[in-house]
């Protein structure tokens, strides 16, 4: 989702093709939720090589000097193994989780302020608001700052 939008933010930004930046946006998001679903097989023939495993090693033999026969263990320090097959799913749907809810809560936002309509213009609605949002439209609703209008002759 963050490379469509890179994209959009170089390219297409500055188009006054709002249409079309507006399906170019929709459509990526879509997309960018349909991805992860996608199977991508990948057949090898890689063989795997075989691990080395911890040997014990017992010192069997006297020295010169000492009579008792000594017997030294060596281990490898534990580790903990991440399986990343659940690590990665799990960390990607909670982060699209969280923006999935930051989506809601600015559209509830959105339609809370909606319903302040000022004035009608056909089928657009105008919203006079002085904070909260800047000049911007959405649907059939156009949000305008009074303060920030300008007059052009």
Not at 7 to 16: A, D, N, S
Not at 20 to 25: E, H, M, P, S
Not at 52 to 67: E, K, M, P, R, Y
Not at 119 to 132: A, D, F, P, S, W
Request: aromatic fraction near 14%.
């Amino acid at each position: 989702m963050g490379l469509f939008y890179t994209f959009f933010h170089l390219f297409l930004r500055k188009l006054t093709f709002f249409r079309i930046n507006r399906i170019y946006l929709l459509a990526t998001f879509f997309i960018s939720f349909a991805i992860p679903l996608l199977v991508i097989r990948v057949e090898t023939d890689a063989t795997a090589e075989p691990t080395a495993q911890v040997a014990v090693v017992q010192q069997a033999t006297q020295s010169l000097l000492s009579g008792p026969e000594k017997k030294i263990r060596t281990t490898s320090p534990e580790t903990m193994d991440l399986d990343w097959t659940i690590v990665v799913p799990t960390l990607y749907w909670f982060i699209a989780s969280g923006l999935l809810g930051s989506f809601l809560i600015q559209l509830l936002k959105l339609a809370t302020h909606a319903r302040k309509i000022s004035e009608k213009h056909g089928r657009l609605k105008v919203i006079l608001k002085k904070t909260g949002f800047t000049n911007c439209s959405f649907l059939n609703y156009v949000f305008l700052d009074p303060e920030k209008l300008r007059n052009q002759n």
